[in-house]
């Protein structure tokens, strides 16, 4: 179920906004930036958003400028032809804590601590396990079940309709089952990656 596939059809809409960037002078060193601080900002809102519902709608939105951004920064790199090692590093490192400060805001707005520490533990081993592959000598493994792309629609999705269901679905709110959701299947995708690349390997 990754979305990650269809990278090279996002790529194709991409052209307006890589030439904006490009307008208006930013790098795709500064777009990742940009891109963080967005999630930085969803991870607030939804820090809070128990206080007022419609705040999962506005770090909704929060979340999908985040991935659009993350695909513009590597289309602008290499329009640019300035893609490079370094920048490839800042925007992984930039993206994991992106996904960290994403779940911990989520966490902290229901006060599910315990949920939180086994999703973002799932979604950072999900991400080692696909570069590991890459440090292994293998290609960077994208697959399974769940990659970013497919956690970032979910979190944006699931908490656009969090602004508007409110009620409790058996033990955990919408965001709780998302939660779980991602501690639960983020392990099996990391899982799924690494029996692959120990096939690759065998």
Same mark, same amino acid.
Not at 45 to 61: E, I, K, N, Q
Not at 114 to 126: D, K, Q, R, S, W
Not at 144 to 160: C, E, F
């Given at each position: 179920?990754? $979305?990650?596939?269809?990278? +090279? !059809? =996002? *790529? ?7 030439? =904006? ?10 777009? +990742? ?14 820090? !809070? ?11 909704? /939105?929060?979340?999908? @400028?985040?991935? #659009?951004? *993350? @695909? !513009? %920064? ?9 893609? +490079? +090692?370094?920048? %490839? &590093?800042?925007?992984? /490192?930039? *993206?994991?804590?992106? %996904?960290?400060?994403?779940? /911990?805001? $989520? ?7 315990? &949920? ?7 979604? $950072?081993?999900?991400?080692? @396990? ?10 960077? /493994?994208?697959?399974? @079940?769940?990659?970013?792309? %497919? ?10 309709? =969090?602004?508007?269901?409110? &009620? ?8 709780? #089952? &998302?939660? !779980? ?22």
């Amino acid at each position: 179920m990754t $979305l990650d596939k269809f990278r +090279s !059809v =996002a *790529d194709r809409a991409l052209g307006p906004f890589v030439g =904006a960037a490009r307008t208006v002078g930013l790098s795709p060193n500064g777009v +990742s930036v940009i891109a963080f601080l967005l999630a930085v900002a969803a991870g607030i809102v939804y820090g !809070v958003a128990a206080a007022d519902p419609f705040r999962y709608l506005v770090g909704a /939105v929060l979340v999908f @400028l985040n991935g #659009w951004l *993350d @695909l !513009v %920064d590597g289309a602008l790199a290499r329009e640019m032809n300035v893609a +490079s +090692s370094g920048g %490839d &590093l800042l925007d992984h /490192v930039l *993206d994991r804590y992106a %996904d960290i400060v994403i779940i /911990v805001g $989520l966490a902290a707005g229901i006060g599910r601590w315990a &949920l939180g520490i086994a999703a973002v533990t799932g979604v $950072l081993m999900t991400s080692y @396990l696909g570069t590991q592959a890459q440090a292994v000598g293998l290609d960077r /493994v994208y697959g399974g @079940l769940l990659g970013r792309a %497919d956690r970032l629609a979910l979190v944006g999705i699931t908490t656009g309709v =969090a602004a508007f269901v409110t &009620l409790p679905l058996g033990p955990f709110s919408l965001v709780g #089952w &998302l939660l !779980v959701v991602f501690a639960v299947v983020g392990h099996l995708t990391a899982a799924q990656r690494f029996y692959y690349s120990m096939q690759a390997l065998n």
